[in-house]
Structures are given as structure tokens and as C-alpha cells.
């Protein structure tokens, strides 16, 4: 079946430290994609990045970077350099086509929280 | 801001009743998600349509319907409205072609009393 596990209900980080969330993701699927989204305390769904899992190299943008292992089928997301700003939940979620049409699937989330 | 605009953004209705979230999707967006959250259930697909057309459903009840028009804005009507249909109901985009990101917008937040 496919499923996407966080197994990280709840993580704390001090302020100007680097957090990893983990993701694991099963699938028989040779191709697929992760993704990993913000959600703040006010509700809306933040993009943040993005692998293809024919990408070589793992995806970065700004401070997030997706620490991407094929085999052990795990897509951590790494967080550079915590603000206070990166409280949030964060989702990870994987895109697969299946009888003609994309379908995403997401992960129950991580409450990540800033400590000043 | 993802581009995508959601209205209303609270609805608070009484059990029985039928309710219209309204979703316009990223200038140049075909393909509309509609997606549900709540405490219990997390984050679920209910639905897609691409260009005007049902693309792939989820996990939608019967009394849940949707529908995009043909300037790609999005409807998702639901009706006869139980306690548990609170929830914050979310609608995201994604262009076609080679970006597969979905966009997506504030949501509603749904309460049935």
C-alpha cells in the first residue's frame, strides 16, 4: 500500500539550530514524487520543497534542504538555522500516478516548535 | 501568498443544512484539489478536476459534490451537514505540464452546530 509515515508527532528545536523531520514513504512505484509543506498557526498549506525520485541530488531551497535515501525510502526534510518563525506543523507528502491521474498522498505531520 | 483564493474563509452552519465553498485556482492553473482537515481524520483528499472535468476522487462522501467551471474556478457543495463535517476545507491548484506543486489556498473553516 502506499503510505507516507511521520513518525514525529511533536519536536522542539532551540532557536538558530538545524531540525531534521523524518519522513519514510512506501511504494512499489519507480517513479514518484515528495514534497514537504508548512502549516502555521493560521491554517494555510506552505510549500516548501520538492524531489523527483529520479533526482540525483537532494533538493535545497534557502534553508530547507530534503535529505532524500532511495533505498531506505526516506525523504527527511533539514531545516538550517531554526527562526522562530518555523513553528508549525510540517507535512510530507508523495505524488504517484495511478489509473490515469496523479494522486497525492500525506503524512499525519510533525508540530515543530522554536524555542527562543 | 500561493495565488489561490478560498472564500469564505468561516462558515458556521447548523447541522442539515447545505453550504458552498468557492476555490480560484492560480492564474493558469487547470487541475483544482479539494482536501478536508480535521483533528481526527488529518488531511484527506476528496477530490480533483482537470479543466472542467473530474479528474480523480478520494475519500468524498455522497452528500459532497463538486464541480468546476469553465473559467476553472471551483465549487465544493455540501449537504446535510453532520457534527463531523467541521473541518477546514482546503482547495490547491497545479499547472500542467512538468510542475506538479500544488498551490494551496487559506481554506475555509467549515463549524456545524
Known sequence: ?116 | DSGVTQTPKHLITATGQRVTLRCSPRSGDLSVYWYQQSLDQGLQFLIQYYNGEERAKGNILERFSAQQFPDLHSELNLSSLELGDSALYFCASSASGGDLTQYFGPGTRLLVL
Do not use: H
Request: charged residues 20%.
Open chain 1, 1 to 116: 500500500a502506499q503510505k507516507i509515515t511521520q513518525t514525529q508527532p511533536g519536536m522542539f528545536v532551540q532557536e538558530k539550530e538545524a531540525v531534521t523531520l523524518d519522513c519514510t514513504y512506501d511504494t512499489s512505484d519507480q517513479s514518484y514524487g515528495l514534497f514537504w509543506y508548512k502549516q502555521p498557526s493560521s491554517g494555510e498549506m506552505i510549500f516548501l520543497i520538492y524531489q523527483g525520485s529520479y533526482d540525483e541530488q537532494n533538493a535545497t531551497e534557502g534553508r530547507y534542504s530534503l535529505n532524500f535515501q532511495k533505498a531506505r525510502k526516506s525523504a527527511n526534510l533539514v531545516i538550517s538555522a531554526s527562526q522562530l518563525g518555523d513553528s508549525a506543523m510540517y507535512f510530507c507528502a508523495m505524488i504517484r500516478r495511478a489509473s490515469g491521474t496523479y494522486k497525492y498522498i500525506f503524512g499525519t505531520g510533525t508540530r515543530l516548535k522554536v524555542l527562543a
